[in-house]
């Protein structure tokens, strides 16, 4: 399971100060070697602003301005030719051809395009279908003219959010490959030492009954004792984009929550809204999972239909105890969190347009439920395709980071009665129970014929609307 830990207990029973440390850490959980010598130029990260991963692994992540962001986008929004395709409401992207295309560039060292790399500007993944006509395996969905940012985010010129990453669909398609065994789980999770712990509790005791005296020092030195957190991974490499992506999302809603986050639109933080004596050894659990409202098939099992929002968040209570030990299962949340939980959950669409790491993690999800129906029901067989470059890690390199292995904690406080409350968390979907259970629609086999690929569709064209 993926359990983010965040910490822990800093007794201020007389005092008016509410202390929130953030452990940020997260998993993902769903049911390679490191090449870094060839084709490291067709380089898609998309690494956002405010986020550093260092020579030792550590991943920072600071603050940006995204509503300055947003602005930015607008105004190349404005400026851009009203002639020119902003939106499309269904591009079709053939992965096998795509695939032979990016071979031959790969062949002939070349770079890939931003077209390449954003998926031809898809926002979604909505349909993957197995075209018999043509042997295409297709994904399609909504796309927009791709605008990278100016701290290297690829997103839709016209929403905000994050275009769909080839190489973070090459992660999901190799996580679930033909003729591989079915992959248990990837889980990414983030953990604070025992060291930690205990240095924390001992730099905290000394402010039992003091609250007047926390200031922005002793909050770091708060910080400076609980130290880095341990990241570990299972599933994906630890070096790509699909990693680190899910445990920005993760920390970032955790800053949200403490009120440490821009989120641009109206919102109200989860340390707003608790009160601290009603929580005594309390800690708030938040996870990310899938949420689609419908999942279905066709008869013969050759298209799956995503319908939704894709991702929720929920709230759950845990206790802490002296040692540090968690006990799960105490219930929903308090009052506050389910607020939270719900309000992050009702404006997801609208943070992942801000906030464009959301909307990517989402992109997550979809990739790997569609891979892992792709793998169960064999489109691979079925078009005769085996991913080629797609599954080549010596080819098309994927392993793209440092390997993150700590992230840094971060702590707020907001005037209030109490104690500390820490809130955890993590990530969660079952790719292989959505995709292996999907409610059957034989309408979708008209919908497959309305994505067939034009006849007079060209050799080097690999996307079509």
């Known amino acids: 399971m993926l359990f983010h830990r965040l910490l822990s207990r800093l007794g201020q029973s007389t005092g008016s100060l509410l202390l929130v440390a953030l452990c940020a850490t997260m998993g993902y959980s769903q049911n390679n070697n490191n090449n870094n010598n060839n084709n490291n130029n067709n380089n898609d990260s998309g690494n956002g602003g405010g986020v550093e991963i260092d020579p030792q692994g550590v991943l920072r992540i600071s603050n940006i301005d995204n509503a300055l962001a947003a602005?930015?986008?607008?105004?190349?929004?404005?400026?851009?030719?009203?002639?020119?395709?902003?939106?499309?409401?269904?591009?079709?992207?053939?992965?096998?051809?795509?695939?032979?295309?990016?071979?031959?560039?790969?062949?002939?060292?070349?770079?890939?395009?931003?077209?390449?790399?954003?998926?031809?500007?898809?926002?979604?993944?909505?349909?993957?279908?197995?075209?018999?006509?043509?042997?295409?395996?297709?994904?399609?969905?909504?796309?927009?003219?791709?605008?990278?940012?100016?701290?290297?985010?690829?997103?839709?010129?016209?929403?905000?959010?994050?275009?769909?990453?080839?190489l973070d669909l090459v992660v999901a398609l190799r996580t679930y490959a033909p003729n591989k065994e079915p992959a248990g789980s990837i889980a990414v999770s983030i953990d604070p030492t025992q060291e930690g712990i205990k240095r924390m509790n001992q730099y905290n005791a000394q402010f039992e009954g003091r609250a007047n005296q926390i200031n922005a020092n002793v909050l770091a030195g708060m910080k400076q004792a609980l130290g880095y957190?341990?990241?570990?991974?299972?599933?994906?490499?630890?070096?790509?984009?699909?990693?680190?992506?899910?445990?920005?999302?993760?920390?970032?809603?955790?800053?949200?929550?403490?009120?440490?986050?821009?989120?641009?639109?109206?919102?109200?933080?989860?340390?707003?809204?608790?009160?601290?004596?009603?929580?005594?050894?309390?800690?708030?659990?938040?996870?990310?999972?899938?949420?689609?409202?419908?999942?279905?098939?066709?008869?013969?099992?050759?298209?799956?239909?995503?319908?939704?929002?894709?991702?929720?968040?929920?709230?759950?209570?845990?206790?802490?105890?002296?040692?540090?030990?968690?006990?799960?299962?105490?219930?929903?949340?308090?009052?506050?969190?389910?607020?939270?939980?719900?309000?992050f959950t009702q404006k997801f669409e609208a943070l992942g347009e801000a906030i464009p790491v959301f909307s990517h993690m989402r992109n997550l999800f979809d990739m790997s439920v569609v891979a892992a129906f792709m793998q169960q029901n064999d489109l691979y067989g079925r078009s005769n395709w085996e991913l080629g470059v797609f599954g080549d890690e010596s080819k098309l390199v994927t392993l793209t980071n440092p390997a993150i292995s700590q992230v840094e904690p971060a702590v707020n406080a907001v005037k209030k009665d109490g104690?500390?409350?820490?809130?955890?968390?993590?990530?969660?979907?079952?790719?292989?129970?959505?995709?292996?259970?999907?409610?059957?629609?034989?309408?979708?086999?008209?919908?497959?014929?309305?994505?067939?690929?034009?006849?007079?569709?060209?050799?080097?064209?690999w996307w079509w609307d």
Do not use: C
């Open 229 to 343: 957190q341990v990241v570990s991974v299972k599933g994906v490499p630890r070096e790509t984009n699909f990693a680190r992506v899910l445990v920005e999302a993760d920390y970032r809603m955790k800053l949200i929550g403490l009120g440490l986050e821009n989120t641009v639109i109206p919102f109200t933080p989860w340390i707003a809204r608790t009160q601290a004596g009603a929580n005594q050894n309390a800690l708030q659990r938040w996870y990310f999972e899938a949420d689609y409202s419908k999942v279905s098939t066709n008869e013969d099992r050759s298209a799956l239909h995503l319908q939704g929002q894709g991702v929720k968040l929920t709230g759950e209570k845990e206790f802490l105890t002296k040692s540090g030990n968690r006990t799960r299962g105490a219930g929903s949340g308090d009052s506050a969190s389910t607020a939270f939980a719900k309000e």
């Open 71 to 166: 602005r930015m986008r607008m105004a190349t929004l404005k400026s851009t030719d009203r002639n020119e395709r902003i939106v499309s409401e269904m591009r079709k992207v053939s992965l096998n051809r795509l695939e032979s295309i990016v071979a031959q560039r790969l062949a002939e060292d070349q770079e890939l395009d931003e077209e390449m790399l954003g998926l031809a500007g898809l926002t979604r993944i909505e349909y993957v279908f197995y075209l018999p006509e043509s042997n295409d395996i297709v994904i399609a969905g909504p796309a927009e003219k791709i605008h990278v940012t100016e701290n290297g985010d690829r997103v839709g010129l016209k929403s905000g959010k994050s275009v769909l990453k080839l």
């Open 419 to 461: 104690l500390l409350i820490t809130p955890i968390g993590g990530v969660h979907i079952s790719a292989r129970k959505l995709a292996s259970d999907p409610a059957v629609d034989n309408e979708l086999d008209g919908v497959s014929t309305k994505l067939s690929a034009p006849a007079d569709l060209a050799n080097s064209q």
